[in-house]
């Protein structure tokens, strides 16, 4: 599985934005998909995921309530829509992948993940 993340960008404070995540190569229903970022000096912290097979999604408490995960099966994409965006949410987003089904507090263990998005930075201006 190859994953493409898009989408960052230069905002200010208060604006939204859309990442994407497509997974190339993945041919199963079921497995996890979940979103992470690292800002500079800081380490790699979760973000939001999801169980491709069910409806379920958790969120880090920093994002929950601005940021919704979502996805569209047929296009094996990930989106992060990113909104009340904060100086604080400024860092380079990862999407991430496995084949297994997650639990709900597995879901934030980044080691937990097999294959891993290039990054896009996100950058939001105060």
């Known amino acids: 599985v190859q994953l493409q993340a898009s989408g960052g960008g230069l905002v200010q404070a208060g604006a939204s934005l859309r990442l994407s995540c497509a997974a190339a190569?993945?041919?199963?229903?079921?497995?996890?998909m979940g979103w992470f970022r690292q800002s500079p000096g800081k380490e790699r912290e979760f973000v939001a995921a999801?169980?491709?097979?069910?409806?379920?999604?958790n969120y880090a408490g920093s994002v929950r309530g601005r940021f919704t995960i979502s996805r569209d099966n047929a296009k094996n994409t990930a989106y992060l829509q990113m909104n009340s965006l904060e100086p604080e949410d400024t860092a380079v987003y990862y999407c991430?992948?496995?084949?297994?089904?997650?639990?709900?507090?597995?879901?934030?263990?980044?080691?937990?993940?097999?294959?891993w998005g290039q990054g896009t930075q996100v950058t939001v201006s105060s």
């Open positions: 999801f169980r491709w097979d069910g409806s379920s999604t």
């Open positions: 190569g993945r041919t199963s229903r079921t497995g996890t």
């Open positions: 991430a992948a496995t084949a297994k089904n997650l639990i709900t507090s597995s879901r934030s263990i980044s080691s937990m993940y097999d294959f």
